[in-house]
């Protein structure tokens, strides 16, 4: 009974990991893939991105959340949460390692 246990708990995990994700793309593909797909940092391009992902997911989400540069705070969509900013941000990262 104990592992079966284990087992759903590891397998719940797997899925809210999958989830996480999947929001994650969702987020992009809805908000942040038209400018990123032409501007800087292209998502993708290893890079651009990969000072910026030395500085950490938490200080690049933040920087999202503020805006930077030319991008304004979360991307010009502020009915997005820091959650969804984070997910997105964790997105782009995972595709342009």
């Known amino acids: 009974m104990k592992l079966s246990l284990c087992g ?16 994650g793309q969702a987020v992009y593909t809805a908000n942040c893939a ?20 030395k500085q950490g997911t938490d200080t690049l989400a933040a920087s ?17 949460s820091d959650a969804d900013i984070k997910a997105a941000v964790e997105y782009m990262e995972d595709k342009s390692k």
């Open 8 to 23: 759903y708990a590891a397998a719940s995990l797997f899925i809210l990991a999958g989830a996480a994700l999947a929001d």
């Open 34 to 53: 038209g400018c990123h797909a032409m501007m800087s940092p292209k998502t993708g391009d290893k890079a651009a991105w990969a000072p910026l992902i």
């Open 64 to 80: 999202v959340v503020k805006g930077k540069g030319m991008m304004p705070a979360k991307g010009g969509h502020a009915n997005l």
